[in-house]
T-cell receptor
Framework: DSGVTQTPKHLITATGQRVTLRCSPRSGDLSVYWYQQSLDQGLQFLIQYYNGEERAKGNILERFSAQQFPDLHSELNLSSLELGDSALYFC???FGQGNQPQHFGDGTRLSIL | QQQVKQSPQSLIVQKGGISIINCAYENTAFDYFPWYQQFPGKGPALLIAIRPDVSEKKEGRFTISFNKSAKQFSLHIMDSQPGDSATYFCAASSSRSWGKLQFGAGTQVVVTP
């Protein structure tokens, strides 16, 4: 058990909709990272937050946004969903802002119909 | 364009054999090279990592070999066990880019009894 909790495990929705994915980092970790895993793109870094502030941005679409709350949980918001957004979304956490992601959650599988 | 190229795509090895997975990178700014293990339905789990100041790192049956001049690194799984059957990802990042891990495409390893 990595200690990183992601909800929901599965999400099925339609094109054009908006969803929110939630992540609770491992106890004591201040950094949260979001990754997207798809068959064609593999594992892609989306965004990192450290103690509530955005620290790094990767291949995150403008339709996607994220935030980290004072209790350190994070949410990834995906809007105007397209078929191509179907993927596994992973959250990872680590203690510091300069550390690399160590503990991954089991992901949220997003299916767009 | 994938910044970390991983091979082979899949690998079948007998129990007790050696599994070898290779990765190559182009970005000379990369200074952290982790390997992750992922079982079906689970998130990646950090297995072992190396920095370019050493050429080899061993943890139990897992060894990373690193060749800075060739910009290549590899994972050796000694005495492979059926429980090692998983997908393995190499990754790389720069200390200047916080948690922006660039992942390889993954290698599915199957260890036969």
């Amino acid at each position: 058990d990595s200690g990183v909790t992601q909800t929901p495990k599965h999400l099925i929705t339609a094109t054009g909709q908006r969803v929110t994915l939630r992540c609770s980092p491992r106890s004591g970790d201040l950094s949260v990272y979001w990754y997207q895993q798809s068959l064609d793109q593999g594992l892609q870094f989306l965004i990192q937050y450290y103690n509530g502030e955005e620290r790094a941005k990767g291949n995150i679409l403008e339709r996607f946004s994220a935030q980290q709350f004072p209790d350190l949980h994070s949410e990834l918001n995906l809007s105007s969903l397209e078929l191509g957004d179907s993927a596994l979304y992973f959250c990872a956490s680590s203690f510091g802002q300069g550390n690399q992601p160590q503990h991954f959650g089991d992901g949220t599988r997003l299916s767009i119909l | 364009q994938q910044q970390v190229k991983q091979s082979p795509q899949s690998l079948i090895v007998q129990k007790g054999g050696i599994s070898i997975i290779n990765c190559a990178y182009e970005n000379t700014a990369f200074d952290y090279f982790p390997w992750y293990q992922q079982f079906p339905g689970k998130g990646p789990a950090l297995l072992i990592a190396i920095r370019p100041d050493v050429s080899e790192k061993k943890e139990g049956r897992f060894t990373i070999s690193f060749n800075k001049s060739a910009k290549q690194f590899s994972l050796h799984i000694m005495d492979s066990q059926p429980g090692d059957s998983a997908t393995y990802f190499c990754a790389a990042s720069s200390s200047r880019s916080w948690g922006k891990l660039q992942f390889g495409a993954g290698t599915q390893v199957v260890v036969t009894p």
